[in-house]
């Protein structure tokens, strides 16, 4: 299952030592890091009913609203005694709720590229697809004294879907599969889970046909899109289908690394999300205040000059690419 045995053994002992256990995902939540804490919440609140288990988060998904609310907010105090997971959050100042560093002791599970290995126990593998095949692998260690529920297996089936491209990615192994499979043996209702994260509003179509005759490329085919305020206002989109226009950059031949450039509304700052096939991008990322997977990364730039900047450092990781590779497309 995983080589870090000694390190999940580790964790489950801290696990049963704490009476009060805090979990912590990244902020602007996808459905990685909203499905692996709900899903191990709901995990350890079913095999240790005596143990107090908080989700409390700030922020909010609308696409992911399907899967419930959180827990309220809790007085700062609660944390002093208790022990804090932080799952799929590579660097602390990304961790959605601060009052993680109140807590006694703290355990990093996480699937990203180790940028800053913070705090007292980590479970990092970067071969992993997702972060909640990694609960799923936990689950399975220690599956004689864990309870996995119906819904536990939904929470982390949309985590595992969402974050392989539905089981696409370069990342899905033997192991990924073998993951989903012990969801899928729960029974999840698969028809409504994809209807929940794939269908769009009709309205969307024409936001989309709009952004496609905006795509421009690069000499050597980086295919990029510049999201102003302006039209996200036009067109009324909330954050996830801002978020989502990447997605109409994927699957260009010759285009091995696309960008969309996202204005954050009400503040200065431009979201990037940065993909790829073959071609390594987390590099790029990591040079505008970001980073991430290999061919999935995210940036912040603080100007149309600085994007300009990132569109020709990814032109020229492109450029050498194909002048040292064969067989991509
Ligand atoms: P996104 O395009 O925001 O979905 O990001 C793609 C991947 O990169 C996700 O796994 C993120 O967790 C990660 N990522 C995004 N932004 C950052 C950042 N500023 N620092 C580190 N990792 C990031």
């Given at each position: 299952?995983?080589e870090?045995?000694e390190?999940?053994?580790?964790?489950?002992?801290?696990?049963?030592?704490?009476?009060?256990?805090?979990?912590?995902r990244?902020v602007?939540?996808?459905?990685?890091?909203?499905?692996?804490?709900?899903?191990?919440?709901?995990?350890?609140?079913?095999?240790?009913?005596?143990?107090?288990?908080i989700?409390?988060?700030?922020?909010?998904?609308d696409?992911?609203?399907?899967?419930?609310?959180d827990d309220p907010?809790?007085p700062?105090n609660?944390?002093?005694?208790?022990?804090?997971i932080?799952?799929?959050?590579?660097?602390?100042?990304?961790?959605?709720?601060?009052?993680f560093?109140l807590?006694?002791?703290?355990?990093?599970i996480d699937?990203?590229?180790?940028?800053?290995p913070?705090?007292?126990?980590?479970?990092?593998?970067?071969h992993r697809?997702?972060?909640?095949?990694?609960?799923?692998s936990f689950?399975?260690?220690?599956?004689?004294?864990?309870?996995?529920s119906?819904?536990?297996?939904?929470?982390?089936?949309?985590?595992?879907?969402t974050?392989?491209?539905?089981f696409?990615?370069?990342g899905?192994?033997?192991?990924?599969?073998?993951?989903?499979?012990i969801?899928?043996d729960?029974?999840?209702?698969?028809?409504?889970?994809?209807?929940?994260l794939?269908?769009?509003d009709?309205?969307?179509?024409?936001f989309?046909?709009?952004?496609?005759?905006?795509?421009?490329?690069?000499?050597?085919?980086?295919?990029?899109l510049?999201?102003?305020?302006g039209?996200q206002?036009?067109?009324?989109?909330?954050?996830?289908?801002?978020?989502?226009?990447i997605?109409?950059?994927?699957?260009?031949?010759?285009?091995?690394?696309?960008?969309?450039?996202?204005?954050?509304?009400?503040?200065?700052?431009?979201?990037?999300?940065?993909?790829?096939?073959?071609?390594?991008?987390?590099?790029?990322?990591e040079?505008?205040?970001?980073?991430?997977?290999a061919?999935?990364?995210?940036?912040?730039?603080?100007?149309?000059?600085?994007?300009?900047?990132?569109?020709?450092?990814?032109d020229?990781?492109?450029?050498?690419?194909?002048?040292?590779?064969e067989?991509?497309?």
């Amino acid at each position: 299952m995983t080589e870090n045995r000694e390190i999940l053994q580790a964790i489950f002992e801290k696990i049963k030592a704490y009476d009060r256990i805090f979990l912590f995902r990244h902020v602007r939540c996808d459905g990685d890091c909203v499905g692996a804490t709900k899903g191990l919440k709901e995990i350890l609140r079913d095999s240790f009913p005596e143990k107090e288990i908080i989700l409390t988060d700030g922020q909010k998904s609308d696409y992911l609203a399907f899967l419930g609310e959180d827990d309220p907010a809790v007085p700062e105090n609660a944390y002093h005694d208790a022990l804090g997971i932080v799952i799929d959050t590579a660097n602390a100042a990304r961790i959605s709720n601060q009052n993680f560093s109140l807590c006694r002791e703290v355990i990093k599970i996480d699937h990203h590229i180790e940028t800053e290995p913070f705090g007292d126990l980590r479970w990092v593998e970067e071969h992993r697809s997702s972060a909640c095949e990694m609960i799923v692998s936990f689950y399975d260690t220690f599956r004689d004294e864990l309870t996995l529920s119906g819904d536990a297996a939904l929470y982390l089936y949309t985590g595992m879907v969402t974050d392989s491209g539905r089981f696409r990615y370069e990342g899905v192994t033997g192991e990924t599969l073998r993951c989903a499979g012990i969801l899928l043996d729960r029974g999840i209702d698969t028809d409504t889970l994809f209807a929940h994260l794939y269908l769009t509003d009709a309205d969307y179509f024409k936001f989309k046909a709009y952004m496609t005759g905006r795509i421009k490329f690069t000499e050597h085919g980086v295919a990029y899109l510049y999201l102003t305020r302006g039209m996200q206002k036009k067109f009324g989109l909330s954050h996830e289908e801002a978020s989502n226009v990447i997605s109409l950059l994927d699957g260009i031949k010759g285009s091995l690394i696309w960008l969309a450039f996202i204005e954050n509304p009400g503040e200065k700052d431009i979201r990037v999300r940065l993909r790829s096939r073959f071609v390594t991008v987390n590099g790029i990322a990591e040079h505008y205040h970001g980073g991430g997977h290999a061919c999935a990364s995210g940036a912040t730039v603080y100007s149309k000059k600085e994007a300009q900047a990132l569109i020709r450092e990814a032109d020229a990781v492109l450029a050498d690419y194909k002048a040292t590779h064969e067989g991509w497309l």
